[in-house]
């Protein structure tokens, strides 16, 4: 069924969304592959958004996934499926990442950007990067070159470019909706104090055929940051972890709590530890423990056994997932029980 077709059925109501309402869904058998995408979460109200606009995020959301199933369906890791997936995301501008990222306080793009893989527990992250294309391909060649983990602003950039790794000239990354956001805060000393909560972030997690999880994550950031501030897409264990031997989790959301309760990694250690299902960790994570503190945000997440889990505490998380030989499923706000 192509791409089209699914958002038609999307729109109109006929794609079933019992997936969705119970923000997990458990295989009875092992898929060969699953990938699971987030495009950010936060106030999305069905009233306040055009179906122009839904069509479009609904959209790009099953292209990125299309992507990255691509390389499962022919045999390809999970590595390089959630690269392919959140390097689509990157490139579309409705998501806070890549092009579509958001401005500083400085008016300024500073992007962060992280991946974990589960066989061996390699990671790779980038932070206040500027001129990299695609901030997911400089995680990704840090990763491979083993040397280190972490890398930020001019270091984190000039390594991308020995790397080959795509750079562009800052104004690559302008739109117009951004910038008239960044102004409007500017301008306005209320919206300074007490800033818009943007829908940001891109992840995408993935089980391959052999058995190999990966996780990945980018974004532009929060709205009007500090210069400097990093969040928690780039952190290992917060934003994004990977363990063969539990989950895989990309994290959306207030980062400074997930950062504090290292999300990601307690979601894994949960299962590991305390032998709880994913559904059961990622639910007392999300809807219990972060909603507890009142910081907004979901996660995305598949075990080993290739189930699924979505929740989010907002009233909406762009979100998509696909399982092998099963027919691609997305959505946008939060549905009733």
Not at 164 to 173: A, H, I, K, Q, R
Not at 200 to 208: R, S
Not at 321 to 327: D, L, N
Request: hydrophobic share 40%.
């Amino acid at each position: 069924m192509s791409v089209y077709i699914l958002i038609v059925i999307l729109i109109f109501g006929l794609l079933p969304h019992e997936g969705f309402s119970q923000l997990s869904e458990k295989s009875e058998t092992k898929p060969d592959y699953v990938l699971v995408i987030h495009g950010g979460a936060g106030a999305m109200e069905r009233s306040k958004m055009s179906t122009e606009a839904e069509t479009a995020y609904i959209k790009g959301l099953l292209e990125a996934l299309e992507a990255g199933e691509k390389v499962l369906k022919s045999g390809g890791s999970s590595t390089d499926a959630i690269i392919a997936a959140i390097t689509w995301m990157e490139d579309n501008p409705l998501f806070n990442a890549g092009r579509g990222a958001v401005y500083n306080e400085m008016g300024e793009i500073a992007h962060d950007a992280s991946i974990m893989e589960g066989a061996e527990g390699k990671a790779g992250a980038v932070g206040a990067v500027g001129i990299i294309r695609n901030p997911i391909l400089a995680a990704k060649a840090i990763m491979d070159d083993g040397r280190h983990v972490f890398l930020i602003g001019k270091g984190a950039e000039d390594f991308a470019v020995k790397a080959g790794v795509d750079t562009v000239n800052p104004s690559y990354f302008f739109t117009q909706a951004r910038w008239d956001s960044y102004e409007k805060t500017r301008q306005t000393r209320i919206e300074r104090e007490f800033p818009i909560k943007s829908k940001g972030t891109v992840g995408a997690v993935a089980l391959d055929k052999n058995g190999n999880l990966a996780a990945g994550t980018s974004t532009g950031g929060m709205h009007y940051k500090r210069m400097g501030r990093l969040g928690d897409s780039p952190v290992i264990g917060a934003g994004t972890w990977a363990d063969n031997q539990s989950c895989a989790i990309s994290a959306t959301g207030h980062g400074e709590y997930f950062i504090r309760n290292a999300v990601a990694h307690d979601i894994a250690a949960r299962m590991l530890y305390a032998h709880q299902s994913l559904e059961q960790a990622t639910y007392d994570v999300v809807m219990k423990k972060l909603k507890a503190l009142e910081a907004g945000g979901g996660i995305i997440a598949v075990d080993k056994d290739g189930n699924i889990a979505m929740p989010f505490n907002t009233s909406g998380m762009f979100r998509a997932y696909v399982k092998a030989g099963e027919a691609a499923k997305a959505a946008i706000y939060v549905e009733e029980n």
